[in-house]
């Protein structure tokens, strides 16, 4: 709350229509970090977020970390059942929570969870007697000035990201102060982030990109825009919201700027505030990223890359000179600042001279570990010395190789590498050159599991207009592709599954078609 | 094809409530409910809501018109739909 002291008549978070300076936010979150307090939280407990993007977000953030607690975002698109899972696996008693939630909140109550309180529901919201609700305002009556919690210490516990399903039990993610903080450091360092930015926040808060526009802008006094909802699903609207919040610095996963590019009239909007593009979450398909280099020119574009345990680890910026060039894969470059990245084989062993391996990632920005879950910390990391000074890495899983420039490209990931009639195939390979085909826009490669057999199978999004069918489309890929890496099953599909995030959700894909086979 | 707005109302309800949102119990569902915030509709659910507009009123929603303030609630579709078949009924 540095920032608060600086400049604090500044904005710090705008969201339809409403507004915080950094002093009104500063007060506000001292307000419900009293009032958390004053209902039995204490330092180390969790305090769900299940709110959507809007400035009392924010607060809740800020106030659930002035008590000394630890903020558990939930995505607002959540069934009750899903949130109570959540809730029972990190133990939460307090939720913070928006009047919109009412429908999935009052089955949520219903069900066994260890919830004691909620704080945001409509006036007159029913809970049974063992769970006591408050409406937002409630708060307001507090006095300003922190609530005598203790020390924060840097080590202590700040947020538990969960990963997003698309792999079974979610696991909770636990970041402290520490790698949040230096997450916000070395993101301001990388991009040059300042206080004349304005960050267009588009992730939900459940999802760790949004921790730029969370963290990241306040520690560099900049101003956020928190997308609303409803824009992320009307790019033309969004498109809109860009201009006239004379946005600077982007960041989204590829799919919002390829729908930005493919439903709206693009080229007719003023975008000349917009000095970085960053994307990240997956590839972004050379073509469409092409096209908008060579749309918002004065833009620099960088790929991030990064599991939500480390946050962030590499940056890439991209030479303006791809635009002109390029159907090569971006590279998701060089380990970024304080970081060190190895690349190891099954083995453990480490790989010199750009042989492919799974990167194992050192960095002040990873997580402390999954929250209560000891089996999988003790899979997690690995421990490695090299001239006598001994560090802790985190297995990405993600398969990788390092170019003759030092620039690091990504393969796949470790799990999406299978073997069929002994040849070893990476899916996401495929998936490349599937989407690579010029008919395709997208396109998800998946593993089916039959009694007797394994195939590869995957569903695509052809470009709008084009005509082609499965039959042509193998064929095509048979100049690009081994034949065992060619999928039997190719369907030409109107829209794909997704997660959360936005991400192509093949888990979804392979349980659909396995259930369809039998 | 010429549709009564009441009838335009039903039939976009009874979409969202019966296919659209099937998942999601909202039986009770008002013309006047935010289909965005309160996350009745997704992002794919939008594609295929225009989808069915298009087929079943033979009208092409140009992409310009796919903005919030046309969709937010079935009351908004209804008045951005009416005077629009009107007219492509009168060509």
Same mark, same amino acid.
């Given at each position: ?8 008549? #500044?904005?710090?978070? !705008?969201?339809?229509?409403?507004? &915080? ?12 970090? $009293? ?16 709110? /959507? ?13 002035? #008590? ?5 975002? *939930? %995505? /607002? ?43 945001? =529901? ?21 006095? =300003? ?12 516990? #700040?947020?538990?990201?969960? @990963? ?75 498109? !809109? ?110 790989? &010199? ?7 194992? +990632? ?13 089996? !999988? ?46 040849? $070893? ?8 050159? &599937? ?32 005509? +082609?069918?499965?039959?042509? *489309?193998? @064929? ?11 999928? =039997?099953?190719?369907?030409?599909? %109107?829209?794909?599954?997704? =997660? ?19 | ?20 949102? #099937?998942?999601?119990? +909202? @039986? ?19 594609? !295929?809501?225009?989808?069915? +507009? ?20 079935? @009351? ?16």
């Amino acid at each position: 709350m540095k920032a608060a002291e600086r400049a604090p008549e #500044a904005c710090a978070f !705008r969201c339809g229509g409403k507004q &915080l300076s950094y002093a009104e936010l500063d007060a506000a979150s001292d307000r419900l970090s $009293r009032f958390l307090v004053k209902q039995g939280v204490v330092r180390g407990d969790r305090i769900g977020v299940f709110m /959507p993007r809007c400035v009392e977000t924010v607060v809740a953030v800020y106030g659930i970390l002035k #008590a000394g607690a630890i903020f558990v975002p *939930i %995505d /607002p698109n959540l069934s009750a059942g899903s949130v109570a899972t959540l809730v029972n696996d990190c133990e939460i008693k307090v939720l913070l929570t928006q009047p919109p939630r009412a429908r999935v909140l009052s089955r949520l109550v219903e069900l066994e969870t260890t919830l004691e309180c909620l704080i945001g =529901t409509p006036e007159d919201f029913e809970t049974p007697s063992s769970i006591k609700s408050f409406q937002w305002h409630a708060c307001e009556s507090e006095s =300003t000035g922190l609530p005598d919690v203790g020390v924060i210490n840097p080590g202590d516990p #700040a947020y538990i990201m969960y @990963s997003s399903g698309s792999t079974g039990t979610p696991k909770g993610i636990t970041h402290t102060h520490y790698s949040g903080l230096s997450y916000s450091r070395l993101s301001i360092e990388t991009y040059n982030v300042s206080s004349d930015d304005v960050i267009a926040n588009h992730s939900p808060i459940s999802f760790d990109m949004s921790t730029f526009g969370y963290f990241t802008s306040m520690l560099a006094g900049a101003t956020t825009v928190l997308v609303p909802e409803a824009h992320t699903k009307f790019p033309a609207s969004l498109a !809109r919201l860009i201009e006239k919040e004379r946005i600077t610095i982007w960041y989204s996963v590829p799919l919002a700027l390829v729908q930005l590019m493919l439903r709206t009239e693009l080229p007719s909007f003023d975008m000349s505030s917009i000095r970085w593009v960053k994307y990240g979450g997956e590839p972004f398909a050379p073509r469409h990223l092409c096209a908008l280099m060579k749309l918002w020119p004065h833009a620099r574009f960088s790929n991030v890359y990064g599991p939500a345990e480390v946050n962030q680890c590499t940056y890439y910026h991209i030479p303006p000179s791809y635009a002109d060039g390029g159907d090569e894969p971006v590279p998701i470059g060089r380990v970024w600042n304080e970081s060190a990245g190895l690349v190891i084989n099954d083995s453990d062993e480490v790989l &010199l001279n750009g042989k492919p391996g799974e990167l194992v +990632i050192s960095s002040p920005t990873m997580m402390q570990g999954y929250w209560a879950r000891p089996d !999988r910390n003790a899979n997690a990391f690995f421990e490695y010395a090299s001239e006598g000074v001994s560090r802790t890495y985190y297995r990405t899983g993600d398969l990788v190789q390092r170019r003759d420039d030092g620039n690091l490209m990504f393969l796949g990931r470790k799990d999406r590498q299978v073997k069929i009639r002994g040849y $070893r195939i990476e899916l996401d390979e495929v998936e490349r050159a &599937l989407s690579g085909l010029p008919e395709i826009e997208e396109a998800g490669v998946f593993c089916v599991s039959t009694d007797d057999e394994k195939q590869i199978h995957s569903a695509v999004i052809p470009e709008e207009g084009a005509l +082609i069918t499965a039959e042509e *489309i193998k @064929s095509r890929l048979l100049s690009v592709l081994s034949p065992y890496a060619v999928p =039997t099953v190719i369907q030409v599909v %109107d829209q794909l599954p997704r =997660t959360v995030s936005g991400k192509i959700d093949r888990t979804t894909l392979t349980k659909e078609t396995e259930q369809a086979i039998g | 094809m010429n549709v009564p707005p009441r009838n335009l109302t039903t039939t976009l309800l009874e979409f969202i409530k019966n296919d659209l949102a #099937a998942d999601k119990d +909202i @039986s009770d569902l008002r013309p006047d409910d935010d289909l965005l915030e309160g996350s009745i509709v997704d992002s794919l659910g939008i594609m !295929r809501l225009i989808t069915f +507009i298009e087929k079943e009123f033979g009208f092409a929603v140009p992409s310009e018109d796919v903005v919030i303030e046309n969709f937010l609630t079935v @009351s908004a579709i209804v008045e951005y739909l009416t005077p629009k078949l009107a007219e492509s009924n009168n060509d």
